[in-house]
């Protein structure tokens, strides 16, 4: 039985890869390793818990000693790796939380995968953003091929972790893949994202802070689709590449939160225009970037990938499940939450 680890399975996208894994794959063993911070959640993995091909193990990958000594024990096959912090404006409060769970975190990993993994016939593979790139303008697209040039502390630390990924492959000969992914959105999601604070705010009337004039064009991706293609990549990549995925489906900030107020008027019962009402532009955020939009057409055309849902649908049954799942938003949003939204957006109208 192949033994393949999960980091960061408890959050947003980990938590759709190891359901997608353990119920699709039951000759795996699926180890979910997880700190849970703020955005790792086991009630995201409540379907799967008592699973028999599923383990949860407690630990943070900044902490070396442990990292190597669970994977001196477990000997994993494989690695997916998705534990990070992943908000861009936590990332401009508190860098250096970026630079230990992000960079200092992978390089433990790849450390532990050379001395204990199976580096000879297995797989390290490091889930990515396409923020490593940078901005773009109104025009073009970013391929693999796109030199890095990440704007946020956020980006700069994943960046970092793609250059040592691609380090190990060539200088240690460590089997890896890298996928370079753009804005998911789907249930489970943590709201300090665009989309689920959103709905959250509109859910109790309160203000939609939009940052600066919501002129900022984002791909977004159905985060179903987003683990569908990391399953491919994982079977089906070659080894040392990197494969951008996107879902072809670019959104200006501003458009894309009026069909959400539009949406949210209807589930809610809510006179058209109600919601929109509560569209606030504060102060930028410093060094947004203006475009992110992605050419997958390596991963469409080499692996068969297509996104599969429209955006509206994806974005009708996201809003869905927050109305459907009050308890999980409540929990998450007492607590911190409300000195991270007081900190984050007290000073910003
Ligand atoms: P998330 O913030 O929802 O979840 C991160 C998970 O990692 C949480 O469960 C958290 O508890 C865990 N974690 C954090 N620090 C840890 C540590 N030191 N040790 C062990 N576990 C730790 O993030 P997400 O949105 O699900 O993103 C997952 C991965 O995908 C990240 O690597 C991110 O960079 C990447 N990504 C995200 C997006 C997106 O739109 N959200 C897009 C492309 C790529
Ligand atoms: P976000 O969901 O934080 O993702 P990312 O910064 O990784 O793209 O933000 C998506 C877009 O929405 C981005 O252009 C910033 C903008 N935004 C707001 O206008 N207001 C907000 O409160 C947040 C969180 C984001």
């Not at 990993?109 to 109104?138: C, P, Q």
């Not at 994202?193 to 919501?214: A, T, W």
């Not at 791909?219 to 683990?227: F, Y």
């Amino acid at each position: 039985m192949k033994k393949i680890l999960i980091t960061g399975g408890a959050g947003f996208i980990g938590s759709h890869v190891v359901r997608l894994f353990v119920n699709k794959y039951p000759d795996y063993h699926i180890v979910n390793l997880d700190k849970l911070t703020y955005a790792g959640n086991l009630e995201n993995l409540k379907d799967v818990q008592n699973a028999s091909n599923y383990e949860f193990v407690k630990g943070d990958i900044v902490d070396g000693d442990f990292i190597m000594s669970l994977f001196e024990e477990q000997r994993f096959d494989g690695v997916i790796h998705l534990a990070a912090e992943s908000h861009v404006d936590r990332s401009i409060l508190n860098p250096m939380a970026f630079v230990e769970t992000n960079v200092l975190g992978t390089v433990n990993l790849l450390n532990a995968f050379k001395a204990h993994g199976d580096h000879e016939n297995g797989l390290f593979y490091h889930v990515s953003t396409d923020e490593v790139y940078g901005e773009l303008d109104d025009e073009g697209f970013f391929t693999e091929s796109t030199p890095y040039s990440p704007n946020s502390p956020y980006s700069a630390s994943k960046a970092s972790s793609d250059h040592f990924v691609r380090a190990y492959h060539a200088t240690y000969g460590t089997p890896v893949k890298i996928s370079n992914c753009s804005n998911n959105y789907g249930s489970h999601q943590f709201p300090e994202k665009l989309i689920p604070l959103f709905i959250n705010n509109i859910k109790h009337l309160k203000s939609l802070p939009v940052y600066g004039e919501g002129t900022n064009v984002r791909d977004w991706l159905w985060v179903e689709d987003h683990a569908r293609a990391i399953d491919v990549i994982y079977h089906n990549g070659v080894l040392g590449e990197t494969y951008n995925i996107g879902g072809n489906n670019e959104w200006k900030n501003i458009d894309l939160i009026h069909l959400l107020c539009k949406l949210m008027d209807q589930k809610l019962d809510r006179p058209e225009g109600d919601s929109a009402q509560l569209i606030t532009f504060v102060k930028d955020r410093s060094g947004h970037d203006f475009r992110y939009a992605i050419d997958s057409s390596k991963l469409m055309n080499e692996l068969d990938w297509v996104p599969s849902l429209q955006f509206e649908e994806g974005l009708s049954k996201t809003i869905d499940w927050y109305l459907q799942n009050e308890e999980w938003l409540e929990n998450v949003t007492s607590g911190s939450y409300q000195s991270y939204y007081q900190e984050m957006y007290a000073g910003r109208s």
